[in-house]
Nanobody
Framework: QVQLVESGGGLVQAGDSLKLSCALS????????MGWFRQAPGKDREFVAA????????NYADSGKGRFTISRDNAKKTVYLQMNSLQPEDTAVYYC?????????????????WGQGTQVTVSS
């Protein structure tokens, strides 16, 4: 059974940091590119960051460049999203997703498996 379980969300103040984690089970983690997406109320789910299956390539949305860092630990089958200098506009449910042999696409359609999401709320 494939499971992606996100954790690390919460309520923080503007300027604070959070580190999200996504643990994957039921798949050969090393073969999957991993992505983070987010969805704010009333908005479409949007790309945040991705890392290739090899870990050699990362991809970021403009909104997170310079503030967010994606990384992966293949031994722990976990992908992380370090978020610094959070702003109220970062408030959303954050989802991780897996893309078999992917290069770190920003397209939702590339991803085969999704987690249930973790809420991030940033107060001003």
């Amino acid at each position: 059974q494939v499971q992606l379980v996100e954790s690390g969300g919460g309520l923080v103040q503007a300027g604070d940091s959070l580190k999200l984690s996504c643990a994957l089970s039921g798949l050969a983690f090393r073969r999957y590119a991993m992505g983070w997406f987010r969805q704010a109320p009333g908005k479409d789910r949007e790309f945040v960051a991705a890392i290739s299956w090899s870990g050699d390539s990362t991809n970021y949305a403009d909104s997170g460049k310079g503030r967010f860092t994606i990384s992966r630990d293949n031994a722990k089958k976990t992908v992380y999203l370090q978020m610094n200098s959070l702003q109220p506009e970062d408030t959303a449910v954050y989802y991780c997703a897996a893309d078999l042999m992917g290069g770190g696409s920003s397209s939702r359609e590339s991803y085969n498996h999704w987690g249930q999401g973790t809420q991030v709320t940033v107060s001003s």
